[in-house]
């Protein structure tokens, strides 16, 4: 198995909804990412995960909840969220940190 | 930090090359990197040159690399239209220990 795999594809919510993102990957990578990207701009690195500890948190803000319950999975747990959180999220691994990274296809998020 | 700038647009005839230009900011960076972004989905890593190279050459793909200029250019050969796509340049940033993108260089293959 070498591609990480993203659900939902999409995914709309309320602003008071509690939703999660899940991400997972089967190739033994040991680094996983979370980045968030709006229209016509690059990704924007949210969290990373080394050896299932949370490595980087770029200041996200607390509505946005990372997890990784294992080497192989990664979740996003979402609240009270904002419309200008609506973006496509995008999930990424890496063997290691600093090694080459491969992306999902990503969730859509709507938030109305 | 690392920053990563590249231009915004690019237009080709299909059949020609296509040179996308990138240039960063942080000598150190160790890796690299191109990707390919088609409308609504993910990114697609495309390759990557390590800093103690010059070129890299896979397939249609070539990856130049000017460490002193700090300049990195793809040059895409025999352009076609399903090469229409958002091209990112990323720089490994050695201090964060994490990937800084340009802001996409979008090229369009005309038939």
């Known amino acids: 198995d070498t591609e990480v795999t993203q659900t939902p594809k999409h995914l709309v919510m309320g602003m008071t909804n509690k939703k999660s993102l899940k991400c997972e990957q089967h190739?033994?990578?040991?680094?996983m990412y979370w980045y968030k990207q709006k229209a016509k701009k690059p990704p924007e690195l949210m969290f990373v995960y080394s050896y299932e500890k949370l490595s980087i948190n770029e200041s996200v803000p607390s509505r946005f909840s990372p997890e990784c319950p294992n080497s192989s999975l990664l979740n996003l747990h979402l609240h009270a969220l904002q419309p200008e959180d609506s973006a496509l999220y995008l999930c990424?691994?890496?063997?290691?940190?600093?090694?080459?990274?491969?992306f999902g296809p990503g969730t859509r998020l709507t938030v109305l | 930090g690392e920053d990563v700038e590249q231009s915004l647009f690019l237009s080709v005839r299909e059949g020609d090359s296509s040179v996308i230009n990138c240039t960063y900011t942080d000598s150190s960076s160790t890796y690299l990197y191109w990707y390919k972004q088609e409308p609504g989905a993910g990114l697609q890593l495309l390759t990557y040159i390590f800093s103690n190279m010059d070129m890299k050459q896979d397939q249609r793909l070539t990856v130049l690399l000017n460490k002193k200029d700090k300049h990195l250019s793809l040059r895409i050969a025999d352009t076609q239209t399903g090469d229409s796509a958002i091209y990112f340049c990323a720089a490994m940033d050695t201090g964060r220990r994490a990937l800084t993108f340009g802001s996409g260089t979008r090229l369009q293959v005309q038939p």
């Open positions: 190739m033994g990578h040991r680094a």
């Open positions: 990424a691994s890496s063997l290691l940190l600093e090694d080459e990274q491969f």
